[in-house]
């Protein structure tokens, strides 16, 4: 039965990464769409960030109480709650007819939105083994580049041929989709849908949490958790524990440099480069295809070639998109073609990190709190998106230049890695080496 189930991951692992695609797709389609909303209703750069940062008004809290539903109610209705939220909300800016109404239907799906990261995480935390953890999580997170790929090179053409209505009515409708697949093709794995009986016949339950750890965070790294799950810890609980708040930093200042330039991109390529729209989407594209790579590349590589460390895995990519912010604020229009190798380069780092810094919030929370911890840091990643983009356009509209607002980006990189920095890394054990030893190839 346990090989059987372990078998299946992958197959659940699908069933989260469209359902994460869909939300992404609602959040991201924002930036490809920015030149026609711009126009359509007389927008200023910083009213175009705030659209971009109007899901995460209500993301962000909605992460939180996400967090704790999903260790209580399960994966399954919190993904279908989420992709019915998000797919319904989209599908009305149809027939948004003002700034306000399109600003108010964009932060009432990022209610929709909140309810699947805490629920992909420990959908990921439940199946996967220590070893291909992170792995998985930057399999999953590739969707949110894949959708952006994909808003990115569609949206602009349905917009020039249809109008930006039916951006956001493409979306929509292929929202609905994911949820008929949410709802039923996630399964939880045996002794995860309160069946305690685990407990009964002898299933370990995993060694001692770490020193210094929050009460919630437990051993059991199995692909499997053979044992029922521990009382979740409190919120306050959380909040004390030192690691859980420096991981939140990072993600707030990862964040602001992340949808900042996912916001602004196509925007500053048509006024420094003077592209087209849809040639400065393509970049877009670019961008998120690198982060694409980015995710998987870095948990492989943390997974296998760094024992599991998340830590320097983390700076390398603060570090990477520290160089590429430089080379933005410095040079601008007078990089020319090499603006493709920067922009790739940025999307590797600033877009790619989010696999690390999920499986780090997951392995921080245990089986208890996986969900919790991964709302919370979310939570603060989404601080970040709500300040970010409306700042970045800020500087923008004040100067005139786009080099400050780069300028600031780096500086929030730099921020982002003396966190990490001070970070403690959880070193669990695997509880039951036979399950968790099996290769990916291995099926």
């Known amino acids: 039965a346990v090989g059987a189930a372990h078998r299946r991951r992958f197959r659940i692992l699908a069933v989260v990464w469209v359902s994460y695609l869909l939300v992404y797709l609602a959040r991201l389609s924002v930036g490809p769409l920015s030149p026609f909303l711009k126009d359509a209703f007389d927008l200023s750069n910083a009213q175009v960030g705030a659209l971009m940062s109007a899901t995460a008004f209500t993301y962000a809290p909605t992460l939180i109480v996400a967090g704790w539903l999903v260790d209580r109610a399960g994966v399954r209705r919190m993904l279908a709650a989420g992709t019915l939220i998000a797919s319904l909300c989209v599908l009305t800016l149809f027939l948004a007819s003002s700034y306000w109404v399109v600003l108010g239907l964009l932060a009432l799906?990022?209610?929709?939105?909140?309810?699947?990261?805490?629920?992909?995480?420990?959908?990921?935390?439940?199946?996967?083994?220590?070893?291909?953890?992170?792995?998985?999580?930057?399999?999953?997170?590739?969707?949110?580049?894949?959708?952006?790929?994909?808003?990115?090179?569609?949206?602009?053409?349905?917009?020039?041929?249809?109008?930006?209505?039916?951006?956001?009515?493409?979306?929509?409708?292929?929202?609905?989709?994911?949820?008929?697949?949410?709802?039923?093709?996630?399964?939880?794995?045996?002794?995860?849908?309160?069946?305690?009986?685990?407990?009964?016949?002898?299933?370990?339950?995993?060694?001692?949490?770490?020193?210094?750890?929050?009460?919630?965070?437990?051993?059991?790294?199995?692909?499997?958790?053979?044992?029922?799950?521990?009382?979740?810890?409190?919120?306050?609980?959380?909040?004390?524990?030192?690691?859980?708040?420096?991981?939140?930093?990072?993600?707030?200042?990862?964040?602001?440099?992340?949808?900042?330039?996912?916001?602004?991109?196509v925007l500053y390529?048509?006024?420094?480069?003077?592209?087209?729209?849809?040639?400065?989407?393509?970049?877009?594209?670019?961008?998120?295809?690198?982060?694409?790579?980015?995710?998987?590349?870095?948990?492989?590589?943390?997974?296998?070639?760094?024992?599991?460390?998340?830590?320097?895995?983390?700076?390398?990519?603060?570090?990477?998109?520290?160089?590429?912010?430089?080379?933005?604020?410095?040079?601008?229009?007078?990089?020319?073609?090499?603006?493709y190798v920067v922009v790739a380069l940025l999307g590797l780092s600033a877009i790619g990190w989010g696999g690390l810094f999920g499986t780090a919030a997951g392995e921080i929370g245990g089986r208890a709190a996986a969900g919790q911890v991964a709302g919370l840091t979310a939570a603060a990643v989404n601080v970040g998106v709500f300040v970010g983009p409306p700042g970045f356009g800020a500087l923008v509209d004040l100067t005139g230049s786009y080099a400050l607002a780069w300028l600031t980006l780096a500086v929030s990189c730099v921020a982002a890695m003396g966190c990490i920095w001070l970070l403690d890394e959880p070193r669990e054990l695997c509880p039951v080496p036979e399950v968790c030893e099996i290769p990916f190839d291995e099926l």
């Open 109 to 265: 799906s990022g209610i929709g939105a909140g309810c699947i990261y805490p629920s992909a995480v420990r959908a990921v935390l439940l199946w996967f083994p220590v070893g291909e953890r992170a792995t998985a999580i930057g399999v999953n997170q590739t969707a949110i580049n894949i959708s952006g790929i994909f808003g990115a090179v569609t949206l602009p053409v349905i917009a020039v041929r249809l109008g930006w209505e039916y951006g956001f009515l493409a979306v929509g409708a292929l929202g609905l989709a994911v949820f008929a697949v949410a709802v039923v093709g996630y399964g939880d794995p045996p002794g995860e849908d309160g069946d305690r009986s685990a407990a009964a016949t002898g299933a370990l339950a995993g060694p001692p949490m770490r020193p210094g750890a929050p009460a919630s965070v437990t051993g059991g790294t199995s692909a499997l958790w053979l044992a029922p799950a521990p009382p979740p810890a409190g919120l306050l609980t959380l909040l004390a524990a030192r690691d859980v708040r420096l991981l939140a930093l990072v993600g707030l200042f990862l964040g602001v440099v992340e949808y900042s330039a996912l916001a602004h991109l």
């Open 269 to 339: 390529l048509k006024s420094e480069f003077l592209l087209t729209a849809v040639a400065a989407g393509a970049v877009l594209a670019l961008a998120e295809a690198s982060g694409a790579i980015g995710k998987p590349v870095s948990g492989l590589f943390s997974d296998r070639r760094l024992g599991g460390r998340r830590r320097p895995a983390l700076l390398a990519m603060a570090a990477l998109a520290l160089v590429a912010c430089l080379a933005l604020a410095a040079f601008g229009a007078d990089l020319g073609a090499a603006v």
